[in-house]
């Protein structure tokens, strides 16, 4: 069975300081993607990683497959990046498994 | 480009009645999901299509739930009859195709069942 969890459930910090979520799975992936979702549901793909690293502004996103491991940084948090995280990876069957999320929330 | 379009946003209903909800993906886009989203977990696929045909409806459950994407392009997912714990978010997702590492989600669907 596949198996997805993040930690921590709940995050908050004050702004400007640097965050982490992590997100271990159980089974081989071709794929882990993590994505924001706003209050009132809007879902929006930020990162699909199968191995190294990727950035996109204050955003950076790892991986380690032979841990099972990857990590969701923001830098310099700012009260816009107040949202749920959420993690999924997707096996070899392209299915899709997607963790409870993390819920940020950035204190101006 | 518009984007996954899904109907209604919000729907309250007594249990045991019927609902059914209308979702409209990306245009082009190949394969649909339905996920169920219950509050403070994340989502869990219910089914996914390829086109009009069913790629994955393990975790759908058949008894009382139903999807269908006749002509491949937009998909009516129903349930019938409703339980208290079918209270959730529904949301519809589409991506090029199976393999595509992009997925695009509505909005959703908030159903609450009294």
């Known amino acids: 069975k596949n198996e997805v969890e993040q930690s921590p459930q709940n995050l908050t910090a004050q702004e400007g300081e640097f965050i982490t979520i992590n997100c271990s799975y159980s089974?081989?992936?071709?794929?882990l993607h993590w994505l924001q979702q706003h209050p009132g549901g809007g879902i929006v793909s930020l990162f699909m990683?199968?191995?190294g690293k990727k950035k996109h502004g204050r955003l950076i996103a790892t991986i380690n497959i032979q841990e099972k491991h990857s990590s969701l940084h923001i830098t310099a948090s700012h009260p816009r990046d107040s949202a749920v995280y959420i993690c999924a990876d997707r096996n070899t069957g392209n299915q899709f498994y997607f963790g409870t999320g993390t819920s940020l929330t950035v204190i101006p | 480009e518009a984007g996954v379009a899904q109907s209604p946003r919000y729907k309250i209903i007594e249990k045991r009645q019927s609902v059914a909800f209308w979702c409209n993906p990306i245009?082009?886009?190949?394969?649909l999901y339905w996920y169920q989203q219950i509050l403070g977990q994340g989502p869990k696929l219910l089914i996914q299509f390829q086109n009009n045909g069913v790629v994955d409806d393990s975790q759908l459950p058949k008894d009382r739930f139903s999807a269908e994407r006749l002509k491949g392009v937009d998909s009516t997912l129903k349930i019938q009859p409703a339980k208290l714990e079918d209270s959730a978010v529904y949301l519809c997702?589409?991506?090029?195709?199976?393999?595509?590492?992009?997925?695009?989600f509505g909005p959703g669907t908030r159903l609450t069942v009294t």
């Open positions: 997702a589409s991506s090029a195709s199976p393999s595509s590492y992009e997925q695009y």
């Open positions: 990683l199968s191995s």
């Open positions: 245009s082009g886009h190949a394969t």
């Open positions: 089974v081989g992936i071709s794929a």
